[in-house]
């Protein structure tokens, strides 16, 4: 089939790039031409395991192609998704400025029937607004063309990007025209084998559908890091807990692990953004907000151990941190607890040596001018004569360091683990003060 993608971000090159890989003929467009010409010459904008191989091998083999030409990507495909970004506004709500740009270019320039598919995280209500959109510009035209807009959001996560969209738990598909089913069946045919996934419903819940998995999975998390402060108060250990209410299969392991907050381009705007449509209905959505100050308060709980340990004055203290990006296999730092910690730190004084093991380039754009940050090539350099480590992301490489030589490059035998990577009590034996999330029961908190 077919298909146009409308954005190059994330969620469009991933779907883009497997949908031309099980063979659909895909036309990408973007108003950045640099990033249009990168693409062509195999340089891929973000960092996502198997991404870059997929889309080299699709635009040698013809079936992926990169342009600005909106027109002539309007002509290419019966298939016109919507992938550009839907930044937060000032007040929280997503700004659909975009989104409806792209509405009112496909309306411009169609002359045959389209699928107008909405893979954007948009507001629900955004394919009504979509639609009128194309209606107007249409009726300016002058011309009566046949089109359907359908909601079919997108669940994949960062760092495992490329194996969701190949293999997704679930194809949510909103529509209100059930001829279009029969086209979307063919599209996704590819990765609907063996048993259905495809969900059908109307638009305004398919759109809702997204914003509630989202914000639940942003509750779970949330949840348990209030517990996990209860647990650091009680004497009780939360990893022992998060096993204990884990195997409960109505709860399950997963999104139970707590830390130092949720970051990211999605968890973080979905949630403001369903609170703002809340609050625009009249309804005070009460399990949202707090979902979203737990969040807060966690981000400056490492802070917060630093203060206690070191006092508020920090002028003079290195800190040695491992972990930049928002969570591991990404090296997007969007939202990053990482990033509240270092400014927390700088705030009070202190010089961060800090290493990711992919997010250096994105810190040296976010950071770069700094003189109070080094940027260190290897963990280990980057504990040199620091006077304590502080893990923000628990990448693999972090989780069985060499703690003979952490203790001999530091000045102080001090831990803050925003990620609950190691056994307390081994840690104290080896003679470390080890500061982690929620586990009153062994841990050194004064
Ligand atoms: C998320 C959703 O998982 C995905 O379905 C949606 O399409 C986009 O948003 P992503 O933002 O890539 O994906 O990251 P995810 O793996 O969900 O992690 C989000 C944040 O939650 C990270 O900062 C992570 O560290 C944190 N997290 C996750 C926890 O603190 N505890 C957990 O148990 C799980």
Do not use: K
């Given at each position: 089939m077919k298909v146009t993608v409308f954005g190059i971000g994330y969620v469009g090159l991933v779907q883009a790039a497997v949908l031309a890989e099980v063979g659909h003929d895909v036309m990408c467009i973007d108003v950045d031409a640099k990033k249009v010409e990168n693409l062509k010459n195999g340089v891929i904008p973000i960092f996502e395991p198997g991404l870059t191989p997929l889309v080299k091998k699709n635009y040698e083999e013809g079936r992926l192609q990169f342009s600005t030409d909106a027109e002539m990507g309007v002509h290419h495909g019966e298939m016109q998704f919507i992938a550009v970004g839907t930044p937060p506004d000032e007040d929280g709500s997503a700004d659909l400025k975009y989104v409806t740009a792209v509405a009112r270019t496909i309306a411009q320039h169609m002359t045959s029937h389209k699928v107008v598919l909405d893979k954007s995280t948009v507001p629900v209500g955004t394919a009504d607004r979509v639609r009128s959109v194309m209606e107007e510009t249409l009726k300016e035209r002058g011309v009566e063309i046949p089109f359907d807009v359908v909601s079919n959001p997108e669940f994949l996560k960062e760092g495992a990007a490329v194996s969701d969209c190949m293999r997704p738990e679930r194809i949510v598909i909103g529509t209100d025209n059930d001829d279009v089913v029969d086209l979307l069946r063919e599209l996704y045919e590819p990765f609907n084998?063996?048993?259905?996934?495809m969900i059908l419903m109307d638009i305004r819940s398919a759109e809702l559908t997204k914003y509630a998995a989202n914000c639940m999975l942003a509750t779970k998390i949330s949840f348990m890091n209030e517990i996990s402060n209860l647990a650091e108060r009680l004497g009780a250990d939360i990893e022992k807990v998060r096993m204990g209410i884990g195997s409960d299969s109505r709860i399950?392991?997963?999104?139970i692990y707590p830390g130092c907050g949720y970051g990211g381009s999605c968890f973080p705007k979905d949630v403001q953004a369903l609170i703002r449509t809340a609050q625009q209905i009249g309804y005070t959505p009460r399990i949202l907000q707090a979902v979203e100050e737990v969040n807060h308060d966690q981000k400056l709980k490492l802070p917060e151990f630093i203060s206690r340990h070191f006092g508020e004055d920090l002028k003079g203290k290195t800190f040695a941190l491992w972990g930049l990006s928002f969570k591991p296999n990404t090296d997007d730092m969007r939202e990053a607890s990482s990033r509240v910690l270092m400014e927390a730190l700088w705030e009070r004084g202190a010089q961060v040596q800090a290493y990711d093991p992919e997010a250096m380039d994105e810190t040296q754009r976010i950071y770069g001018h700094r003189s109070d940050l080094k940027l260190m090539g290897t963990k280990e350099a980057a504990l040199q004569d620091a006077d304590a480590l502080v893990i923000c992301t628990e990448w693999q490489s972090f989780r069985a360091p060499d703690f003979d030589s952490i203790k001999k490059s530091l000045k102080q035998p001090v831990i803050f683990d925003g990620r609950n990577l190691y056994d307390p009590e081994r840690l104290s034996k080896r003679g470390f003060v080890y500061y982690a999330i929620g586990r009153g029961a062994s841990i050194n908190i004064a």
């Open positions: 084998r063996n048993h259905d996934r399950g392991y997963s999104f």
